[in-house]
Every structure is written in structure tokens, then in C-alpha cells.
């Protein structure tokens, strides 16, 4: 299988090079392109007015191409995929692992879900994954090999438009209770911003800090993710999950 990889935290972070490996150790072709810097919460945004620069990433991997890109996670796949450097066609597009969680009404800021979503439009599988913020590498490393056996299976079942949203806590893969499909949770974030004033400036805002948010219910994702439980959130068009989908992927 050719896997696309995207992320928004930028390019050798350790959550794509943790996808990196465990796609190139089994066996898949891959085509990296990221953000040459952070791009979080960048949404799907793409840029109009500025151009946009490609360099070359050295991997080590003999079955993988790398490419950082000074633009969105949407733009690194738009470009990617239409801008001439594929060798042959794509058949999943992975964005992620990316460094805080994407669940509960952060996908509607989250650049990895952006990138993901870019993929789908472009009529390809596409999955988003996530895990507890500052997790310990070798948890990453095995998420990513998770997310790969999921891709595996999710790549000849996707449904049209839609990408599968993954989030795990920071444990050990033996530590994880069950996986579960999941509704996103519709808690709102809370958190609001400090009102400065300087004499050169005027006044200004920062944001501030902790991501605070409303109750979540229980059932939802944030609700499972606080139980240690990995969850699996179908998003785009369709939204509703077809009864028989996740048994035809073995993950019943």
C-alpha cells in the first residue's frame, strides 16, 4: 500500500516519524509531506496569496520519500497529491500522530483532522490520529503501530468523503481499555483571553492557556478517553456508521 503522511505539528516531530517507521517496517510505500514548522489548529485552512516552497526531507527509510512544505497540513497534501512528485497513486492518507488530542469539538480547529479531511475530499481513505498531550514516545510508537494495522484494514472499506478520527490516551498499548466507536463530544471549549495594554502597541490579547471546556457527557469521547479507552470517531459524509463496518475490519 502507498500511504500519504501529513501532520500539523511539523515535520520530524515524533508523531509522524513514529508513522514513518512502523509504515516502511511493514512493508508499505510512503510519501511524507509536512509543515517545515508547527501548523497547529490550522484548521483546513490553504494559502491564496503567498507561494509555497518545497524542500526535500532526508529519511532513512529506502521505501519512503520526504517533502517539508512552508504552508498548511491542507496545503501539504493539495501539493502532495497534484504537485508532481508521486511516483504512483496514492491509497490512504494518514495525518497525525499528533502531539494533544482531536476529540470533542477540537477537530473543528485541528490541523490533523484538516489534513485528513483534504485527503477524503480527494476521494482516499483517510485517517486522524491523536494521543494525550507530551505522551511518552515509546506509547506513540505503539499507537502508530495500531494505527497502521487499523489503516490496513480501513483502506478497502472507507466510506466515500469520510475520515476515521483515532485518539488514545497516554498508556502503554497493554494498559488501553477496548477500543470504541464514539460520538465526538459537543462540550465547548471555556477558556478565554487576558486584555493587555502596552503605550507602543495599544491593546492586545493572549489566549489562555489550560483548554478548558464544558462538562462532557458520558458516551462521548472525551468520556471514553478519560477512562483509558482508545476511541474511533467516523466523521465527514456520511456521519453514521454502517452496522457491519468495524466487523469487517476485525476490530468487533
Known sequence: MHIFLVNDDGIGSIGIMALLDAACARGHQVTMCAPSGPQSAASHRITLTEPLYLKEYPVQQKNAKAYAITGTPADCVRIGLG????????????????????????????????????????HLPSIAASIDYDADPQNVAQLAEYVLELAEGYQSKALPGSILNVNAPNLPRCAW??????PL?????????????????GTYYWMQSGCATEAYQEGT??????????????????????E?????????
Not at 86 to 103: C, E, F, Q, R, W
Open 83 to 122: 504537485g508532481g512528485i508521486l511516483d504512483n497513486p496514492v491509497d490512504l492518507v494518514l495525518s497525525g500522530i499528533n502531539n494533544g488530542y482531536n476529540a470533542g469539538m477540537a477537530v473543528h480547529y485541528s490541523g490533523t483532522v484538516g489534513a485528513a479531511m483534504e485527503g477524503a475530499l480527494n
Open 177 to 182: 481499555e477496548k477500543p470504541v466507536y464514539t
Open 185 to 201: 463530544s459537543e462540550a465547548n471549549f471555556t477558556d478565554g483571553y487576558d486584555r493587555c495594554y502596552a503605550e507602543r502597541v
Open 221 to 242: 469521547d472525551l468520556w471514553y478517553l478519560n477512562q483509558n479507552h482508545v476511541t474511533l470517531t467516523l466523521m465527514g459524509n456520511p456521519v453514521t456508521l454502517p
Open 244 to 252: 457491519n463496518l468495524f466487523q469487517a475490519m476485525g476490530l468487533n
